[in-house]
């Protein structure tokens, strides 16, 4: 138990919950807050209770936003190109806009299939994609090269066939600044399958 009382003690047990956040980490970030109450722990409740209010999930996509259908999905200049780019959750939707994608569209499925963990196609978002689909030409398969992922790729790939849609995979293999010798043997094989001519 940590010293300062039963409130101290749940907001170190909620911040320990997050992602990336242990006990340990969540202890000094709840000190952080506390020794800059005026600057951080305030502004932060304020912006809390402001996001619980206004954040919802785009009906459209899947995407978090403050609105229905998203900011992505309303946009008019993204709405022709035909490209669709399939992530397996949010985070994976606002790396691949933090890096430029362009003006792609998305669909968020909410995870991967895993028979193991009970996740199944009906717990995901496959049945809203399927509807989508014919609107593009081609949908992108941005999902993780994990055997889940890929094993919904391949689901995903199956139930598209016959619509006349190119559908593609991110590319695998040497990250850019990838040194060889770090590698593992599976993105080293991955890589040399992939190779394109120069």
């Not at 609105?67 to 709405?79: E, G, Q, Y």
């Amino acid at each position: 138990m940590a010293n300062g009382g039963p409130e101290i003690e749940q907001l170190i047990q909620l911040l320990a919950r997050l992602p990336g956040l242990g006990p340990r980490s969540a202890r000094r970030a709840v000190l952080q807050l506390i020794k800059k109450k005026d600057a951080l722990m305030i502004p932060l409740s304020a912006a809390l209770d402001r996001a619980v209010a206004a954040v919802t999930v785009c009906a459209v996509c899947g995407n978090v936003d403050t609105r229905s259908p998203c900011h992505i999905c309303a946009d008019p200049r993204r709405a022709g190109n035909g490209l669709l780019i399939v992530v397996e959750d949010v985070a994976d939707l606002w790396a691949l806009e933090r890096a430029g994608v362009g003006a792609a569209r998305y669909h968020v499925l909410g995870g991967v299939l895993s028979p193991l963990d009970g996740v199944g196609p009906d717990d995901l978002s496959i049945e809203p994609l399927l509807r989508r689909a014919p609107e593009f030409s081609e949908i992108v398969l941005a999902v993780n090269a994990t055997v889940e992922g890929q094993t919904t790729a391949h689901y995903i790939t199956d139930r598209l066939a016959g619509l006349g849609i190119k559908i593609t995979r991110l590319a695998h293999g040497v990250p850019v600044g990838g040194e060889l010798d770090y590698l593992d043997e599976g993105t080293l094989s991955q890589a040399l399958k992939a190779r394109t001519e120069i």
